[in-house]
């Protein structure tokens, strides 16, 4: 669900403040800081919650380390991906060359030589 609600300044701190909802509970995130936290961990790990950090540099270094685990699986597989693609498209252009080729229908013709030129083209 989406959270609407207000803005309410907090009178002790005036550069403060908290979200409110609409059934004036107050939002479970308290800072910024609080709801990168929640958003990076919860798109990057499995999200048991049952050891976690409390505080700040804890959660940074936290955000930081699962941002670095991301990339270093997902720059490598997108690489290794593209060599692939590109290695698959060189050898289904080497085998459409092949079948279009009549030096490559004789030389599969010359391999057996009871082949004729017509069994040798229909096979190709």
Do not use: M
Request: charged share 20%; with cysteine; net charge negative.
């Amino acid at each position: 669900s989406v959270e609407l609600g207000e803005w309410v300044e907090d009178p002790q701190t005036p550069t403060l403040g908290f979200w409110f909802r609409k059934d004036a509970q107050r939002t479970t995130f308290p800072d910024f800081v609080e709801g990168w936290y929640w958003c990076v961990q919860t798109l990057t790990s499995e999200g048991y919650g049952d050891i976690f950090p409390i505080t700040i540099a804890g959660k940074v270094i936290a955000v930081l380390a699962s941002l670095a685990g991301v990339l270093i699986l997902a720059l490598p597989i997108t690489i290794i991906g593209s060599n692939f693609d590109e290695e698959l498209y060189r050898s289904n252009r080497w085998l459409a060359f092949q079948r279009r080729s009549r030096v490559h229908r004789c030389r599969v013709a010359n391999r057996d030589p009871t082949w004729t030129a017509a069994e040798a083209a229909a096979a190709a």
